[in-house]
């Protein structure tokens, strides 16, 4: 069985910091992506960021050169840095990775909890 779990969130107010990060655990073969995905209210889940297993990043637009994700792969742990926070990224913040449970195995997508972030203006 595999678990993600994620850091909690917070409040924080505008122009701040935050830090999530997230932990993979139980069978792990191997993990090729991890990333972010967040949901605000009244809105569909969107894609944050995420990383592939060599290292190559993806972003959303409004993101980009604000958020930093970056992972560890000894530890199975990704982690996303956010700078320059605004109310507009208030949401409940989601991790996911694409983990093949053993060898010869298919990978399956699996996801965190979700850990509220709210950025007050």
């Known amino acids: 069985q595999v678990q993600l779990v994620e850091s909690e969130g917070g409040l924080v107010q505008a122009g701040g910091s935050l830090r999530l990060s997230c932990a993979a655990s139980?069978?792990?073969?191997?993990?090729?992506?991890m990333g972010w995905y967040r949901q605000a209210p009244g809105k569909q889940r969107e894609l944050v960021a995420d990383?592939?297993?060599?290292?190559?990043?993806n972003y959303a637009y409004s993101v980009k050169g604000r958020f930093t994700i970056s992972r560890d792969n000894a530890k199975n742990t990704v982690y996303l840095q956010m700078n320059s926070l605004k109310p507009e990224d208030t949401a409940v913040y989601y991790c996911n990775a694409d983990i093949a449970p053993e060898w010869g195995q298919a990978e399956y997508t699996y996801w965190g909890q979700g850990t509220q972030v709210t950025v007050s203006s």
């Open positions: 139980g069978s792990i073969f191997t993990i090729r992506a």
């Open positions: 990383i592939r297993s060599g290292g190559s990043t």
